[in-house]
Structures are given as C-alpha cells and as structure tokens.
C-alpha cells in the first residue's frame, strides 16, 4: 500500500534539516518548514528570553502559508477513507510540529550543556518520528483520514 506519496520518516528528517533533495513536493516543504522554525529559535542560549529583531510574526505567517500548501496538496494526493479514524491534524500541521521539534531538539542538543535537557529533547524528536511513522503506515492501511485543513475548505472539497 505503499502508493500514497508520503515520504518515509527516513527520507522526512533529511528533508527537513536540507540534507536531501526530491521529486516530491513534500519534500521542499519540509525543508522550508525546518529553515522557518529554525528561524524562530535563539541565535544563543542565553539569548533565549532577549528581545530580537527577528519578525516572529512574519516568520509564523510564512509557516502558515507552507502547511496550507501542504494542506492543498494532500487533499488532491491522500486518499479519503470515510470509514477510518480521523486524525486530529493535517498534513501540513503534522509537517510543521515534526519540523519545529527537529529545529528545537538540534538547537537544545548544540546549544545546551544540561544532559538531562538534551537527552529529552533528543527523546521528543524520536517519539515525533515514530508518530510520524505510524501516521503514514496507517493512511497507506486506509486506517486513518488526515482533515483537510483550511486550504481544504477553502477549496471546498470534501471526501
């Protein structure tokens, strides 16, 4: 069932940190999504609670435009099982937290000197990937319905 264009967890994270280049549209958007919530964290960790100069709001503006086009591109490429499970998140959303949790547990595994702190964030990163892999294993099994999101809507298409 492995016909739904979903890259791997294996081919996500490479993805997200640039590291990797492919057809799949998904694959540029999680990179986007990655440099995005990298932007979004401290240059410094005691630069954590400093004000910056960076437009947060920009950058969150930006983050919403790629998970809606991720959105727009599930509904017409993830199939719809009426009988399934619904999950909570779109694709896009989904995206956007494994993206914004890899930029926070490297920039907690370089930034920080607290063990405890990084082999927790290093431990939130895991469980992001292994959820990411059930999520995949079940939409491929016709187990799970992702909701279209607001690009969806917007569209006006439903399942």
Known sequence: MSTVPLPEPAQLFPAISGRTTSALPLVGWARELGDLHAEL???QLDQATQSR????EHIR???DKVVDEI???????IPRTKSARKHTHSL???ISHIAKTYAEAWWTVLHSTDVELRHRAWSHLGEAREGYADMVDEIRARQLQLPLGASGIRRGRVG
Do not use: F, K
Request: glycine letters at 4%; hydrophobic letters at 45%.
């Open 41 to 43: 964290l401290p240059p």
């Open 53 to 56: 100069t960076v437009d947060c």
């Open 61 to 63: 503006s930006l983050i």
């Open 71 to 77: 959105d727009a591109w599930a509904a017409h490429n």
């Open 92 to 94: 896009g959303e989904v």
